[in-house]
């Protein structure tokens, strides 16, 4: 089977618009977590959020769409979608040809129109132009027309981990030879919905996160959204090549619909099969990108899992103390967090961090640093249990 | 390759337990709802806290459970899968607007939670995904479980196609135009010559891997397609038919024709090009319009290749065979996502 390699990335999320400002802003260690204004939610002015500053109408004028029905979660998918197509400097021909797939991920989709459902559904608001925009699969339904794509397009729910699936299972659509190249990834926007469901959990922190710390008090919600393109081995002659994806692995904790394990099983069993299908052993790692939300449950078990497979782990960090939890699209986003370390051979810091977790005695890296970086595993966890690891080289 | 060795569904006619499609349960308010089981083998409390759309995936996928000793994961194609939750929920913020809520709806309200809920009940740590593009969610669970299949020898998996009417999603539908204005009985369905459909719903379960031997069926070739033109996807139709080599006399063309008089020119245009000698049959008077319905018609169609005598009111024209050897399934979700699907005995 085809080696996969990464010939165009484009990302927008609270810390940038574009790869170079996502980029200066992991070096300077920016956080791009505050309160937001114009907020549907009385918990805007409330909780700390990871938004992204320019607005809808902002984000339409730039993408040149007038199309009343579009959601912001859909915009920002365009906006990356947009960015990494032009990174990898696909033709017309080849993004419209029917051996392109795009595989899209989103949690929340048009449901970011929270109230809008609500008066829709319940005022048979016949005239409302959002009426087929509310579902995951309408952010890259509309991304297929946009685009005039043919080849396999596929939508993919597993809520926190999506986009980490979508990454994989455009890689595996390449390998079986079902598709030339595909663009992967994902987006998500804060929304009502989820602000309220994660409140409802108690998992909301009201400060900045700290994942990693001791004292941590729960995650911030961002919003976001990140696009690779893959393209085999045979193909990539005189591309700029970013990074190669030599392994993942998809598996389930089977413990509890939204919490992990103690013991981080489905993050141990995601990270070692991540390893075993990149033929790699863990000291081969020089660094992870972790899940780290920032929650008490997540970020011992994490913790617990990594000791498991390392021993000793690699330098860690979790970039959601920059962006907040992009929930869809924080595999995607993360992933081109990882490619940055690999191309620029340095590693980024996690935020806020100042005290360990008693019981695992683990430190993420607090600064900025060259080191040589030849293998980033990337973690995404899921409710459901749903669990993946991805991990980047250097190609 | 990919082989079919066990079938489960449920749908709102008799199709659990005990199959029995002469006797045809009709729309009631243009809506086709599930009979469902009793549910045996579901934890009390877990059965409490799940929705529709996960009770019936959970449900149909239960008897397979019962007959495999390793399975390797579950794949699960839903469009709606939660969205009756995820209104629950809705509720909850506006009539409390926007204060202590409680969380178990906004749990199991995200799509993967039918597959969540499987690997809780089995402690399955396998593959565990859930793909959501609408009228191709359940084709690229599909196509994954063909390559699972593929990359890991030897492995098994439960495919699923779930999905379920909540009052959200009919009252969207519907003003969208995707269900008919006027009442429709099971007598008039395909010929009513008005835009729209009647509304369904249905979980069909599916255990999947490479063994050939003692298998139901198999899934020969299946192709995804996103157009509005009816002649691209009669040119598609074709190329699919010569690539594959379908023998078409001894062939069943299952068409997911669903009275909406805009989608109708997709169905006939394909019949055109497939002769006399073929049988053309329709399924959506049994299941109704719903994203993931040709799973429905993957589950009947490995019915129609081993047991079940095509019934009458199937059967749109009689072709030649006797005993068919493959089915060719079409199905056009809301005039924007096709699929072709080949499956032989």
């Known amino acids: ?395 | 390759m990919l082989y079919i060795h066990e079938a489960s569904c449920i749908s709102p006619q008799q199709t659990f337990s005990t199959i029995d499609l002469e006797h045809v349960t009709d729309p009631v308010d243009n809506k086709l709802h599930v009979a469902e089981p009793a549910y045996g083998g579901i934890p009390k409390n877990m059965l409490r806290r799940m929705g529709k759309a996960v009770r019936i995936g959970v449900g149909a996928s239960l008897p397979l459970l019962d007959k495999i000793s390793s399975l390797n994961g579950f794949i699960i194609g839903t469009a709606n899968g939660g969205m009756e939750e995820s209104i629950l929920f809705l509720k909850q913020i506006i009539a409390y607007d926007e204060g202590v809520l409680t969380p178990g709806s906004f749990v199991q309200s995200t799509a993967n939670a039918t597959a969540a809920q499987l690997s809780l009940l089995t402690g399955n740590r396998g593959y565990n995904i859930t793909h959501v593009h609408r009228g191709l969610a359940f084709e690229n669970a599909v196509i994954d479980a063909a390559m699972m299949v593929n990359e890991n020898k030897g492995t098994s998996y439960l495919l699923g196609g779930i999905d379920d009417i909540s009052n959200y999603n009919y009252k969207l539908d519907y003003m969208d135009g995707w269900y008919k204005e006027e009442e429709i009985d099971g007598q008039s369905f395909y010929s009513t010559n008005s835009a729209g459909s009647i509304a369904g719903e249905g979980a069909a379960i599916f255990l999947v891997n490479d063994h050939a031997q003692n298998a139901l069926a198999k899934v020969k070739a299946i192709k995804t397609l996103h157009s509005a033109d009816p002649d691209l996807i009669k040119r598609a139709f074709e190329g699919f038919i010569k690539e594959q080599q379908v023998d078409l006399s001894s062939c069943i063309f299952l068409s997911g024709e669903n009275g909406d008089s805009r989608l109708l020119p997709f169905y006939t245009s394909c019949e055109e090009i497939l002769g006399t000698d073929i049988t053309i049959a329709r399924f959506k008077h049994l299941c109704g319009e719903y994203p993931t319905a040709s799973a429905f018609a993957l589950w009947l169609s490995c019915q129609l290749l081993n047991r079940l005598q095509m019934p009458e009111h199937m059967i749109k024209k009689h072709g030649s065979a006797k005993q068919p050897s493959s089915i060719l399934i079409y199905n056009n979700h809301k005039n924007a996502q096709h699929s072709f699907m080949l499956i032989e005995s």
């Not at chain 1, 920002?76 to 400097?89: G, R, S, T």
């Not at chain 1, 595989?103 to 319940?122: H, K, P, S, W």
């Not at chain 1, 919003?223 to 193909?235: I, Q």
């Not at chain 1, 790692?285 to 498991?308: K, L, P, Q, V, Y």
């Open chain 1, 1 to 395: 089977m085809s080696r996969i390699f990464v010939t165009g990335v484009g990302i927008i999320s609270a810390i940038g618009n574009s790869l170079n400002e996502n980029h200066a802003s992991l070096l300077n260690g920016k956080c791009g977590i505050s309160y937001v204004n114009n907020f549907p939610s009385k918990y805007a002015s409330e909780l700390p959020f990871g938004a992204i500053q320019t607005g809808n109408d902002a984000l339409k004028d730039k993408l040149g769409i007038s199309n009343p029905s579009v959601t912001r979660t859909t915009l920002l998918a365009i906006h990356a979608a947009n960015d990494a197509v032009e990174d990898a400097a696909l033709t017309k021909d080849e993004l419209t040809s029917a051996d392109t797939a795009f595989i899209g991920a989103t949690t929340v989709g048009g449901m970011c129109l929270t109230d809008e459902l609500y008066r829709d559904a319940n005022e048979n608001y016949k005239e409302s132009p959002y009426l087929s925009s509310y579902d995951c699969a309408s952010v890259f339904l509309y991304l297929q027309e946009y685009y005039h794509l043919n080849g396999i397009i596929d939508t993919i729910n597993t809520a926190c981990s999506s986009s980490a699936n979508a990454i994989m299972y455009g890689a595996r659509l390449i390998k079986n030879g079902l598709a030339k190249r595909a663009i992967v990834g994902g987006a998500d926007s804060l929304s009502k919905f989820t602000i309220n469901g994660f409140n409802a959990l108690h998992i909301l922190s009201d400060e900045v996160c700290t994942p990693f710390d001791e004292g941590r008090k729960g995650l911030n919600l961002g919003e976001g959204a990140a696009f690779l393109v893959l393209e085999k081995e045979e193909d990539v002659a005189g591309k700029k090549i970013y990074a190669e994806v030599t392994g993942y692995h998809n598996t389930s904790d089977a413990f509890h619909p939204s919490s992990l394990s103690d013991n981080g099983e489905g993050p141990f069993l995601s990270m070692q099969g991540a390893l075993r299908s990149a033929q790699l052993q863990p000291n081969d790692i020089d660094f992870i990108n972790a899940h780290g939300t920032g929650t008490e449950n997540n970020d011992e078990a994490e913790s617990r899992a990594m000791i498991r497979i390392f021993n000793t782990p690699p330098p860690f960090a979790s970039t959601k103390s920059n962006t907040g939890h992009t929930l869809g699209a924080a595999g995607a986003i993360e992933s081109v967090y990882s490619i940055l370390s690999i191309v620029n051979q340095e590693i980024y810091p996690g935020l806020h961090f100042t005290k360990p977790i008693q019981a695992t005695g683990l430190e993420p890296v607090v600064v900025a640093k060259q080191i040589p970086v030849n293998h980033v595993m990337s973690n995404s966890f899921g409710f459901g249990g749903n669990c993946t690891s991805l991990i980047f080289s250097k190609a």
